[in-house]
């Protein structure tokens, strides 16, 4: 297969011409008032004793109002630092940056144009490695080993990674599907194969059986039409029932040799969605039920919008009730004014908002869940535990993929809340599960005020048995613009020990880290994010991706190329903490292949439990001061006398469990035990 | 029900915009720029790197065909419908997930009834207006894009949802919004036919989109349909 990486040339003279005159606009004007922007900082200086540092967020939030910019947009950011902003090449500027890969010391970032390669060394400062034209959307990246696979969806792909774009509804040069390269030597990739598929490859996911080594299998997700016969031969768009080989209602798994590659193929089509038998659907959690009611017992206004009930927000109510006291001609609210607005309310909000309020009271019962979708979005793998999360069209699922060349379903959930399941992840035991739901597709701007917050938001999920129970939402609590596109996105879990910690992107909504231990509490702790790519209509920017990597946290900008930032300690979370994560090494990652993170025995693994239990009041203050003066002591002795030191406190460890945290003084123990075992 | 106006902006003044926008962003340092030696790339600094986005954004505004804004122009008019139709359901008397969902489609249509205006105006396209006055739709300059479209309800479907009530609303709505959403698949599979089509980055993501998310509701309408027949929601 021909592989070269042309020079990226502008598809017409006119954009030429209209850089040239840019250029000459800005040359001309560019010069004067060169002020620059603030920068909205909120960050606790790390410098700072720990007990200064605080669990209150920003007020009000500084996300709210940031100026507009593509390189100089106003920022504003909590608990974690950006250390650098690298923007994409020349090749690459002006085309949407997709999703991020990691092998070694490299990020890859995908862009519809191809991908680009960068050293993160030195996280301050990433340098181009290489770059790589070869346009297709979404150009999704993963790796495993001397392997790059590229997912390619849009129509105009290329077997040859011409820049030309493919004119032909139907023709023999398109590429929708998978590329598969090889990457000895990173500087210059080769593009060794590709394996067609009748719905292109809109995102994949690589796994790597546990029991396998001769192969990896790509499971692949395509959202788009399916391609006519006349293209791809075999592609069929007719109802199963209708044909059998239908390419909807199902995904594809591509079994790759790893020692002969360009012999990958389709090996299997499950079919994961037969037989969907009525999963059971929920309506508020019962966190939110409780809040309804303390709400209700307090007097505030309560609309019910969407089938739902909902707290109007001060900020709403105010204007509302002075208009409406300015219409009936009268001065200060009396009781029975604010009833009157009451009982106007919901026709007040259908003017204002042009939003459907409910005006029965008829509770029926759900009328059942949605039902079949013919695609998977995205699957995330996690072969450790022999369970992936699909997010698939109305349903999340859980399979089981012990045999990766035939998953099965084991539960699927819907949600009358969620409209399109986008993808999962799993907490590092698997025993709970996120689903995300891409709400508008990410394109458009789901994170007003007026949008509800259970929708294009993440759904939380405990697995047990094999069975999931929804526990509550988490939303980016920052209201965004109507210019900037919002709704849950990519993130991967950060690996603070003992916590489900998860960085996630929401577009221009910027970058969230929250904790979601406690599945019915989820809380923000930490996030970056910039104004709008441009003040005056929707412009295609923000995150596509965030994921924590061996101690720090890229995000591919949609616009903007190569964040990377580093997370910093907090009221949420202690220095040691950050280092206890940070002593996780990957060799390389895959998000939709979720990796189990393992935590090597250290002393600031045990100082990091003991931090969290000082958090949870899990131990007594005066056994959390002995603990760290013993830890101290051990470490500052060595061979027989540090054992000795370590043995003992082990055993006041667990003579100590009790209550709530006893599981997480015992895992305390552990660690001091094994520090015990592992001194010579 | 109010009336409800898309209304275009100008296009002078939204270059006028554009320009200062580049005129301010020539201010930024140029610290933050990363390149490797090997690959020198002409764009020395980040104001010419941004010239450089700005520019090829606008030059991927002209690779369209007449597919493209077709699909566009119709699409704004057949989402302008399902608005028509979902925004029945409060004073209709429909249930409550029939309620739910009709608040998510007046969402979702709504925003991209604005994305495909814009699309259009930064293309220099004529951009079709809406207007809604009960169950009249009127849209100022789609030409006779609007009622030719696949799915839509004719005036007398229009007119027989309207004077229906409760449980028999329900029933209608669903049975009609789902001949609606089929349309659209249809529209979609019409636009991807057509040599040159659906090339443009935009115009491929919202096709797609609109014809998955379509493809969704469509399944989960014939559940809650199912459902309200009396039947098992499954096959």
Redesign the interface.
Known sequence: MKATAPNYR???R???N??WS??F??GL???S????KPVITTTSTPAQPEATYTTTAPSPDPRVGLG?????AEEAAWNIRLL????????F????NSDLAFTGKYAIQGN?NGIQVFDISNPS???????YVCPA?QSDVSVYGNLMFVSG????GRLDCGTE?????VSHDRLRGIRIFNIDDIKNPVYISNVQTCRGSHTHSVLKDPNDDENVYIYVSG???VR?EDELAGCSDASPDEDPNSALFRIEVIKVPLDHPEQAAIVSSPRIFD????PPTHGQSPADIAEMEAARASGAFIVK????ERILPARFVTPMLNSFMEERGEGEATAADTLAFREALPGII??RF???????E???E??????????CHDITLYPEIGLAGGAC??YGMLLDISDPEHPTRMDAVAD??F??WHSATFSNDGTKILFTDE???G????CRAT?PKE?GANAFFSIESGKMEFKSYYKLPAAQTSVENCVAHNGSLIPIPGREVMVQSWYQGGISVFDWTDLENPIEIAYHDRGPV???????GGSWSVYWYNGVIVSSEI?RGLDVFELLPSGFISENEIAAANTVKLDYLNTQGQQKYVWPTTFVLARAYVDQLERSKGLSASRIASTRQELTNAENASGRARRNVLTTLSAELIDAAAGDEAAKVHMLAGVVRDLASGTP | M?E?HFRA?HYFL?TV???V?????????TE?????SA?K???DT???????????????R??FTDADVEFMTGMIGHHAQALIM??L??TH?A??????L???I???Q???I??MQ?WLR?RGQPVPEVQITGTTLIVHGAGEHVTRMPGMLTEKQIHELDDSQGADFDRLFLTYMIQHHRGATVM??EL????????D??A???A??I???Q???I??M???LR??SGKS??H
């Not at chain 1, 441009?534 to 295609?540: C, F, L, Q, R």
């Open positions: 502008p598809a017409t006119s954009g030429i209209y850089f840019f250029l606009v800005v004007l560019g010069v008032a060169c002020a620059p507009a910019g593509l390189f100089d650098s902003s690298t923007p994409p090449t020349e090749a500027v002006g085309v949407t519809y400062n990433p340098s181009l490695v290489t770059e959307s969806e849009g129509l105009g774009g493919v004119k032909e509804a959202s788009a039409p006519p037989d969907l038998v009525a919008l969407g089938g739902q259908a003017e042009g939003i459907n309020v409910d005006d029965d008829n509770e029926e759900d009328a059942g869940p949605p039902p079949g979708p013919t695609q069209g109305g009358s809340n409209s399109y709400w508008g597709g394109g458009q701007p789901k949008d929708w441009n003040a005056d209509e929707m412009g295609n616009a | 109010s409800r902006q939204h915009v554009f320009l926008l580049l005129v301010t962003s020539a201010c930024r340092s933050s720029i990363t390149t490797d690959i790339p002409s764009a980040t104001a010419d790197l941004e010239a450089l986005y700005w520019a090829r954004k606008d030059s991927a002209t690779l979902a925004g359901a409060p008397g249930n409550t997930q029939i309620q739910t009709c608040a998510r007046i969402n979702a709504q925003d991209e604005a994305t814009q930064s979609v599979d991807f036919s057509k040599d040159g089509a659906g090339q980055e935009l491929f993501k919202l797609s989109d014809n998955v998310d493809i969704t509701e399944a989960r014939e559940r809650m459902i309200l929601p499954d």
